[in-house]
């Protein structure tokens, strides 16, 4: 929600200001507080798609703004107040800003994953995590470890199938699987190994890496 503010926010204080109409501000005013509304809810129920959304909305918030723009334009001819002047070169300034800002935050990154993405476990197996900043991370990922422990005289065999069908039953089919849409070309493995009659579960969150996979048999 509050991306989106910072995104549209400006947009529509700027048109308020250089609008002439009051029909037409009030029109203009109405679509971008909809399109923040749609774009917050959109964000909210997909979120893997945060990047293409914001893109999106801005890219619309501008294009509403600069139609309304033409419109009155047409109808009531050249401005010559100095606001409407000034509020056109800050929303170009504004759009430009923000499109600079978006390209540097899109730069794909290593990450952390959430330990949502396989907790909780089945009844009967322990779960302890290892602390994010105490978990290894390097230029092309950063790896989160947790490791499980089985129920009482549970056989080391066992106890990974059933961690492995855990795995597969949230989502982890492949071992890997992209984080957002189309923008964002991170990507999140999980992979399994047994030691000491416990089961292994590195977490792992790369920077668009095609090289690194995992897989979960």
């Known amino acids: 929600m509050l ?34 509304a749609i774009a917050t ?21 501008l294009a509403t703004a600069l139609t309304g723009r033409l419109v009155e334009g047409r109808r009531l001819g050249p401005a010559r107040q100095a606001r409407v002047s000034a509020a056109t070169h800050l929303l170009a300034g504004w759009s430009l800003v923000a499109l600079l800002c978006g390209a540097i935050l899109w730069r794909p990154a290593p990450f952390f994953p959430a330990t949502g993405g396989v907790l909780p476990l089945p009844d009967g197996l322990h779960a302890t995590v290892r602390p994010a900043d105490d978990a290894d991370c390097g230029s092309q990922s950063c790896t989160r470890t947790i490791t499980v422990t089985g129920r009482t005289g549970q056989a080391d065999n066992d106890l990974y199938n059933e961690v492995k069908r855990h795995v597969k039953e949230r989502g982890w089919g492949s071992g890997c699987r992209p984080i957002g849409w189309l923008l964002n070309q991170t990507i999140e493995c999980v992979g399994l190994a047994v030691t000491e009659h416990k089961v292994i579960i590195h977490l792992s969150g790369s920077a668009n890496d095609s090289s690194h996979s995992a897989t979960i048999g």
Not at 44 to 60: A, D, K, Q, R, T
Request: glycine residues 8%; proline residues 5%.
């Open 41 to 61: 809810m959109l964000v909210h129920f997909f979120p893997g798609g945060f990047f293409e959304i914001s893109l999106s909305v801005l890219v619309l918030a």
């Open 3 to 36: 991306l989106v503010l910072i995104l549209i926010g400006p947009i529509l204080l700027l048109w308020l200001v250089m609008s002439r109409e009051p029909r037409m501000r009030w029109i203009i005013a109405a679509s971008l507080a909809g399109q923040a």
